[in-house]
């Protein structure tokens, strides 16, 4: 194993340091005196327009950061990665899942421990489309031989935020006639609501777990399977035997998971399951199987643009200089902002409606990978690490939380992501009230950015009195992220880009981005707990005395 170089300890980082002690923001100055700054600072990422120049850098802060990329060893351990390198120490795992987009015939082809993984994602994404296609053209039926028209995926965390997220995002891709849900909380509210109003008849069910092992999807799918067996017999067609049964859930079942045995213990067919493979970790799997729900309401040809927009990106960040390269100057970014300007949390800001789950799916992407506090050969870090990832679509969070971000005094860097031809092209009279909604967005970030002076405020005629409260400081960091459209192309690029912003910023802190052992204990703890719920008075009295209290109450209110 490589040990992790400690950044805190490269020439870099005591430049930055240094740097940082003596730098005054002014964004006003910086691009009264630089007219190139923007241009300098915009770069294109494939389909992606990145405006960095809003940023609280100076070309020096930039240089010092590529520096410590550098020193830190960024590039070495992305092309560990892509090589395959068991890069996941603590679970001695490869990461890959940047095969998941390698186009067919891709040269030279992929082996990792003696696995051609180009071959096998090949086999397993044709085997997903050949599914997706049966389903779109109504060849699957359920039992009865109607078609299917209502997809509803069962899964958590990875095996539901990332199918959600992309599923709403290019919802005018989808099929007319099909629609997916998604059911992820054990709440049992959850999957009540999602199967109201179905037809069990033309439903089908796709159990998504990586490890096929989650009390969470694995309750759900249970529950599911007896909502179809009830459902189907109060439509008159019983199955109330083991064969009407077992029909019923080969027609209406299928399974995504890396556990095959485990998927056949829970009653579906192998046959009807999709496989992807250990070294996809579930944040990571929305381009694996795992979003056999979003081929099958886009369909396989605009799946293999979301995976071909993942893949440019992943070519740009494998080949470009450090000093261009976009995902690792935005995750240099971050760690200039957590490290050295103190800044807890990051906003992500999609004007966009359709990406309304994108800050939900970054939180577990940024979140699960980077909220540790030990690094990959379990020395404790030497610096912060792992911000708050969080937002809002504009222009919803204008009137609940910009107010914060613009007076308050936390430093928020922000990434405002917009496209340029949205899919209903509305007027409102002579307005494009699309123009309308990104002028808001143009708005946004000149206002956080420059701000307005007390002289300004004054001039405008503002009583004395509340001037200060009137007045905006400005050298408030944003990133603008612009498109032509949200084209299922231009979605990959924007995961992809996320994905390797995490990866850099897990690496100049030297932490496994790639494991999760901090939601383990609140799962063993749950099933611990559980017979206590149930009203095992063993179990209760085995408790803390705050949850003994907290369940002794729960079961005094429960009806
Ligand atoms: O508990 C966290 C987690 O392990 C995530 O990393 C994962 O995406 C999620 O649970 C769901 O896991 P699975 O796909 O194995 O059901």
Do not use: C
């Not at 194993?1 to 964004?27: C, F, K, N, V």
């Not at 002076?453 to 992220?481: H, K, L, Q, W």
């Amino acid at each position: 194993m490589t040990s992790p170089i400690d950044a805190t300890t490269t020439s870099a980082w005591q430049d930055l340091s240094a740097h940082e002690s003596t730098l005054t923001a002014d964004l006003r100055g910086w691009f009264a005196a630089d007219p190139q700054r923007a241009q300098r600072l915009t770069f294109r990422l494939a389909d992606l327009h990145v405006d960095l120049s809003k940023n609280l850098v100076t070309d020096e802060t930039l240089a010092l950061l590529v520096r410590l990329a550098e020193e830190t060893g960024v590039a070495d351990r992305l092309q560990a990665m892509l090589r395959g390198e068991h890069i996941n120490v603590t679970e001695d795992r490869a990461v890959l899942h940047t095969a998941l987009r390698r186009p067919a015939g891709a040269t030279p082809p992929l082996v990792v421990d003696g696995q051609d993984v180009d071959a096998d994602v090949q086999a397993e994404l044709a085997k997903v489309y050949a599914f997706a296609d049966k389903v779109r053209s109504g060849q699957w039926t359920g039992v009865t031989g109607a078609p299917v028209k209502t997809v509803v995926n069962i899964g958590i965390g990875g095996s539901d935020l990332g199918p959600v997220m992309v599923y709403e995002a290019l919802k005018p891709y989808v099929q007319e006639g099909l629609e997916v849900r998604f059911v992820s909380n054990i709440d049992p509210s959850d999957l009540a609501e999602k199967v109201k109003g179905l037809d069990p008849t033309t439903t089908l069910f796709i159990v998504a777990s990586k490890t096929f092992g989650t009390l969470e999807t694995l309750t759900n799918a249970r529950l599911a399977r007896q909502w179809l067996w009830d459902q189907l017999a109060a439509a008159g067609h019983p199955a109330d035997t083991d064969e009407a049964r077992t029909a019923a859930v080969a027609q209406h079942f299928v399974a995504v998971s890396t556990a095959l045995d485990k998927v056949a213990a829970f009653g579906i067919d192998p046959a009807n399951a999709f496989g992807f493979w250990d070294w996809v970790g579930g944040r990571y799997s929305v381009d694996s199987a795992i979003g056999t729900s979003v081929a099958i309401a886009i369909g396989p040809e605009a799946f293999g643009e979301l995976l071909a927009g993942f893949h440019a990106v992943d070519e740009h960040v494998a080949t470009t200089p450090l000093a261009s390269n976009v995902p690792v100057l935005m995750g240099l970014l971050n760690v200039w902002y957590v490290n050295f300007l103190g800044a807890h949390t990051h906003a992500v800001l999609p004007y966009a409606q359709y990406l309304h789950r994108f800050p939900a799916y970054l939180q577990q992407l940024t979140m699960e990978s980077n909220g540790k506090s030990v690094r990959w050969d379990g020395t404790p870090v030497t610096t912060a690490t792992g911000e708050v990832f969080w937002g809002e679509p504009g222009t919803n969070g204008q009137h609940a939380f910009y107010q914060l971000i613009h007076q308050g005094t936390r430093l928020i860097p922000a990434d405002f992501i917009a496209v340029a031809n949205p899919a209903h092209p509305l007027q409102d009279g002579d307005a494009d009230v699309h123009g309308l909604f990104l002028a808001n967005f143009f708005a946004q970030t000149k206002a956080l950015a420059f701000g307005k002076t007390a002289d300004e405020v004054r001039a405008e005629g503002t009583d004395e009195a509340i001037v200060p409260a009137r007045v905006f400081s400005g050298n408030r960091p944003t990133t603008s992220i612009l498109a032509s459209a949200l084209t299922p192309s231009v979605l990959g690029q924007l995961i992809a880009l996320y994905e390797h912003i995490t990866f850099v910023q897990g690496v100049v802190w030297g932490i496994d981005s790639f494991d999760q052992w901090g939601v383990e204990l609140g799962k063993k703890l749950a099933l611990e707990i559980a017979p206590a719920v149930e009203g095992d008075a063993a179990a209760l009295d085995a408790q803390d005395p705050s949850t003994k209290s907290l369940i002794s109450t729960y079961l005094a209110l429960r009806d």
